[in-house]
């Protein structure tokens, strides 16, 4: 018998099978594919163009530009073409512009190509959470979501450093990127083949007011918890874009540093099987006040000396913090207004655009001393936000 996953929404309730929930997770994990990427990406794309540390970060800005445009449109995509139709979309933009990048190898065009990619990554990742945000118990899928994401961007992490890049250079890297994005894609066929649109239809009258109503009611606790996501997605985003420069500083091997990568991803794996199975059982607000301390002191160690052990479990236990915690952040803001889920993908775009940007330029001017206080100071200010939309919402609802 084929296991139905029930899905509530504020429309209508859908039933999605096994195949099609998995179908969503692997679309997911390409959408997530390239940020996972993103020490081996800068690392390689900067000493392949030799660029500065200011440059490096403008590659990460100029992705997550493109990512954010793909999920401003979402909400319209959604509404008005098939999930699949949109799935096969964002599919064809990330394989050219990671084909286009293999073969003009230069800073500007570059910057241009990575906004297609970022154009069909933020398709992909936005489309997933519309389909997964409304589950019962929307923890769980969030997990089973990140799992997919964690495991094929370790087994990528691995593979390319140690094997791609030695055997085939630059080159060859985008394109056994583009070639697992067109293989992996595939799963697209297994989407819901329907839109929103169809749901749209059957809305009571009465309900579609009040939605539209609601529409234009200015909701504080929601965009403080969206802004906390913002900028603790950003700070994060800011640091793992750089750890691979900070291994590097620290004389480790490529392969070292790929081994570690692809380990620390497979935290993130654990952190989401973590939050699959914890789901709902934990309380957010005591999910904060797990997180957070745990997360600051693997931020600081990063800015020690390190060995390949060290790097290795710091790399690792950052994986699996964030990403346990990221599920729970996204059931935070969930919970403020169900029918902005398609916003969770914008948000963390915008942290992706800023803040590596600002880190590089940071870097530059304090060193990484500076950084590491800005990425503290950020997630710790974040913290208080995320825990304080719980409270109130917990003092309301008694």
């Known amino acids: 018998m084929v296991a139905i996953f029930h899905i509530k929404s504020n429309k209508v309730n859908m039933n999605f099978t096994t195949k099609e929930v998995i179908s969503t997770s692997i679309i997911s994990a390409l959408g997530a594919l390239m940020f996972l990427l993103l020490p081996v990406i800068i690392g390689t794309t900067t000493e392949n163009l030799h660029l500065s540390e200011k440059q490096s970060g403008l590659l990460v800005s100029f992705y997550f530009i493109g990512f954010l445009a793909a999920c401003m449109l979402s909400p319209l995509l959604t509404q008005k073409i098939t999930w699949r139709t949109i799935a096969y979309l964002g599919v064809s933009l990330m394989s050219l512009g990671l084909i286009l990048i293999s073969f003009y190898p230069e800073f500007k065009m570059v910057l241009l190509f990575l906004s297609i990619v970022g154009l069909g990554s933020g398709t992909l990742f936005s489309l997933a959470i519309v389909i997964l945000s409304n589950t019962d118990n929307a923890e769980r899928y969030f997990g089973i979501k990140i799992i997919f994401e964690q495991v094929i961007g370790a087994l990528l992490l691995f593979l390319i450093p140690a094997f791609i890049v030695t055997s085939f250079g630059f080159q060859g890297s ?135 052990i060290v790097f290795t479990l710091a790399a690792f236990s950052l994986s699996l913090c964030w990403n346990f915690s990221l599920a729970y952040q996204m059931k935070i803001v969930i919970n403020q207004d169900e029918s902005k889920a398609s916003w969770l993908a914008s948000f963390i775009a915008i942290g992706g655009i800023i803040f590596p940007a600002l880190g590089g330029v940071l870097l530059g001017v304090s060193g990484w001393l500076g950084l590491f206080i800005a990425i503290t100071f950020t997630l710790i200010i974040c913290s208080i936000g995320f825990y304080n939309v719980c409270a109130q919402k917990h003092a309301l609802a008694s």
Do not use: H
Request: aromatic share 12%.
């Open 174 to 308: 985008y394109l056994a990127i583009a070639t697992t994005v067109l293989l992996l894609g595939l799963a697209s066929f297994g989407l819901p083949s329907y839109s929103s649109q169809t749901n749209d239809s059957i809305i009571p009258s009465n309900q579609s007011n009040k939605n539209k109503i609601n529409a234009f009611q200015f909701n504080i606790k929601l965009w403080i918890a969206l802004l906390c996501l913002c900028f603790f997605f950003g700070a994060l985003s800011t640091l793992w874009a750089f750890v691979e420069r900070l291994a590097v500083a620290n004389k480790l091997s490529g392969d070292e540093i790929g081994l570690a990568l692809s380990l620390s991803v497979m935290g993130g794996a654990v952190g989401g099987l973590l939050a699959a199975y914890i789901g709902n059982k934990l309380n957010l607000k005591k999910s904060i006040l797990l997180i957070t301390p745990l997360m600051l002191l693997i931020v600081w160690a990063f800015y020690l000396q390190f060995a390949f």
